[in-house]
């Protein structure tokens, strides 16, 4: 890995990230109280839950990237989980507390120092999942299979689309695409040693500052799909840190071959490689190690509430399910201790996040080699200070 420079976080960029917390949350909330309460009562009673909220009583403690809640369901009854590297492929049992990560959540304010809002947001939209899942998943035998209700709906579709940008592949991408402008603007500045070995790497409380919009916009998407949950009748799926799956639609030309632009300007530069859900065929979510929650094809309407497959086509969909979990995974896939395949399962070597299309630079072609890893830093407060006192001696 090359040597980091990290950005010094000016004010500016602080008071952002301290005030992030209060309009996401206040959309957020006001989404789950509907639609049993009118939008202005909705968003009274989200700006009240905010007013109580301690903004630091996350703060210093282990943020987990994929909710406790949800790698339950596929951990055994101590709460174990048999876990394989991205990197590497190797294999180890872990508890649920090792998948997580410090501080993953955590601003930098100008105010309060350090603001852990959003853990408490997303802490909040995990649990009335979780209620959600055990009134549909663990009282099967009690309870007849049926469509979500809007309420049922709103907490899902703000869980999902916030699961979907929550992660270590927007944060990377984010780092990743900072590094490149960087270097791309500043190429007369920095010598081509520099444009491979250092990267330039921005604080996290852009990913903080991106997460209401991007989460959002998710939402919206989410809103105009039918769901459906399919049930297998073997607990052969697994879970990785980037579970939100998308199976994106196939856009051709006429001829039927993938059209590819034609970079003649040296002003012209091609971003390829993000996951948006606004092209995805569907959109799918492991809820336990038989269970998927779909989000089907934009406009198709009225699918059926559950579907269950067994034998050798429940086996071909897991199969391929997890094939795909584990090439979106950044750093980790797990699954229960006794799946039957997970120790054999292939585990291909992280690919680029994402691909630049220039006239070739040399900050491109660095871009296009970095294979996908974990964020580079975690900057805390007192990391700022010393960020800005070194830039001064």
């Known amino acids: 890995m090359g040597r980091h420079v990290c950005h010094r976080c000016q004010t500016a960029e602080c008071v952002d990230a301290g005030t992030l917390a209060a309009g996401l949350i206040i959309k957020s909330m006001t989404d ?78 100008d105010s309060s120092g350090l603001d852990s809002s959003l853990e408490s947001l997303l802490s909040t939209v995990e649990g009335g999942t979780a209620e959600i899942l055990r009134q549909h998943l663990d009282f099967g035998a009690f309870v007849k299979p049926r469509a979500f209700t809007l309420q049922e709906r709103a907490t899902l579709d703000a869980f999902v689309a916030m699961q979907a940008v929550r992660g270590m592949r927007i944060r990377r991408s984010i780092e990743v695409i900072a590094d490149y402008t960087v270097k791309l603007l500043n190429q007369d500045k920095i010598t081509e040693e520099d444009i491979r070995d250092r990267d330039f790497v921005p604080h996290p409380n852009e990913h903080l500052k991106m997460f209401g919009n991007l989460a959002q916009r998710a939402e919206e998407t ?85 579907v269950h497959l067994a034998g050798v086509e429940a086996q071909s ?38 691909t630049v299309r220039d006239y ?32 001064q001696t």
């Open 222 to 306: 989410l809103k105009g799909r039918s769901t459906s949950l399919i049930h297998l009748d073997k607990p052969l799926l697994i879970i990785g840190d980037e579970p939100v799956l998308i199976e994106a639609e196939q856009h051709e030309s006429v001829n039927g071959s993938k059209s590819k632009p034609n970079l003649t300007s040296e002003n012209f530069v091609r971003l390829e490689g993000g996951r948006g859900f606004a092209n995805a065929e569907v959109i799918m979510l492991p809820v336990g190690p038989a269970v998927l929650l779909v989000y089907g094809p934009r406009g198709r309407r009225n699918l059926p509430a559950e």
């Open 32 to 109: 789950l109280l509907q639609p049993h309460a009118s939008e202005r009562e909705a968003e009274r009673r989200a700006r009240e839950w905010l007013g109580k909220l301690d903004q630091q009583s996350a703060v210093g403690k282990r943020h987990h990237i994929v909710p406790r809640f949800l790698l339950a369901r596929f951990a055994s009854a101590d709460g174990k989980l048999r876990v394989r590297s991205r990197r590497d492929g190797k294999a180890s049992t872990r508890s649920i507390s090792d998948l997580a990560v410090r501080d993953f959540y955590t601003a930098v304010t």
């Open 317 to 354: 969909f897991a199969e391929e399910l997890n094939r795909l979990m584990t090439s979106s995974a950044i750093d980790w896939v797990a699954a229960r201790p006794d799946h039957p395949s997970f120790e054999s399962l292939k585990v291909p070597p992280p690919q680029p996040l994402l």
């Open 360 to 391: 070739g630079s040399s900050a491109a072609a660095r871009l296009n080699s970095t294979p996908a890893r974990r964020p580079i830093r975690r900057l805390r407060h007192e990391d700022i200070l010393e960020v800005a006192e070194s830039e």
